[in-house]
């Protein structure tokens, strides 16, 4: 008898190999697409203050998921801020408020994908009594409410006749502003003399930028403002003229400036050798 072999029929052979790669891409697919799984977060704009809140908006790739938001200050370090559920496509878009001036970025995280981090500036308003700012000829008390015109001025400064201080701005801050005028119960009667206030930003070497000056007399506070772009010290030399009234103190009623910071680097005195104060607040 004659041997017969098997025929294998050429459909069945391409039928199974057609399962066989399919077989292939389930045991393959979902490591192959948690490699892949990518996370992003889109541009942040310039600039923002304290107080108010920035959208952070991206995607993952994964689709649906829940996607943690974190941020990180000049302090270092990164810590979740807000956690958001992406859409079935994978988008997300989330306000979060900011609490704390510098420069400070934000990045989302899926596992172990992390977005491209963001950055923006983030101006507040530092009160000069709370930085550490350089007196000049005291006695100084800083942080205390002060009263002038008959108004309160919280976290004032109050010095001397003749008084001065300084802090470093270091390129961060934009403006400041204060009230300038005579203490309630401790200025003299109206006519009599005036408080003189100068204040005026350096450059790194110590020149003038730029400055402004006021004279107040008893009465009403009157408001001083100056732009500190650019600056990187900050003077205010306040003194009181044409007064018979002894014990004339100085103030400038809750002085302030807006930086791109949470808190100053000191002032340096060797900057200004001819400087004799000492370190504030005091």
């Not at 799984?37 to 923002?48: E, G």
């Not at 020149?207 to 600056?231: F, H, N």
Request: glycine content about 14%; charged content about 15%; proline content about 6%.
């Amino acid at each position: 008898m004659r041997n017969r072999h098997r025929l294998v029929s050429p459909l069945s052979v391409v039928v199974a190999l057609v399962l066989a790669i399919a077989g292939l891409a389930t045991l393959a697919g979902p490591v192959s697409a948690a490699r892949k799984a990518s996370v992003t977060l889109k541009p942040l704009p310039a600039q923002s203050e304290v107080g108010k809140k920035v959208t952070l908006k991206g995607s993952f790739s994964g689709g649906r998921a829940t996607v943690k938001l974190q941020t990180k200050g000049v302090a270092g370090g990164w810590r979740t801020v807000a956690k958001v559920t992406t859409t079935k496509q994978g988008a997300f878009k989330k306000k979060v408020k900011l609490t704390t001036g510098g420069t400070t970025s934000f990045r989302a995280v899926k596992g172990s994908a992390k977005s491209q981090a963001r950055t923006l500036k983030v101006y507040a308003w530092l009160d000069l009594a709370t930085q550490p700012f350089y007196a000049l000829n005291g006695p100084f008390t800083a942080g205390s409410s002060a009263g002038i015109g008959g108004r309160a001025f919280p976290a004032s400064i109050v010095g001397d006749e003749s008084a001065m201080v300084g802090v470093r701005t270091a390129g961060l801050c934009t403006h400041f502003d204060t009230w300038t005028g005579f203490l309630d119960g401790h200025g003299p009667g109206a006519g009599d003399g005036v408080q003189r206030t100068a204040v005026g930003t350096l450059n790194a070497a110590g020149g003038v930028l730029a400055e402004t000056q006021a004279t107040t007399p008893p009465g009403p506070a009157k408001r001083v403002a100056l732009s500190l772009v650019g600056s990187h010290w900050f003077v205010a030399d306040i003194g009181i003229d044409g007064t018979s009234t002894p014990d004339t103190m100085t103030v400038l009623g809750s002085p302030r400036l807006r930086c791109n910071a949470a808190r100053l680097a000191p002032f340096v005195p060797a900057a200004f050798p001819d400087l004799e104060g000492e370190p504030g607040p005091i």
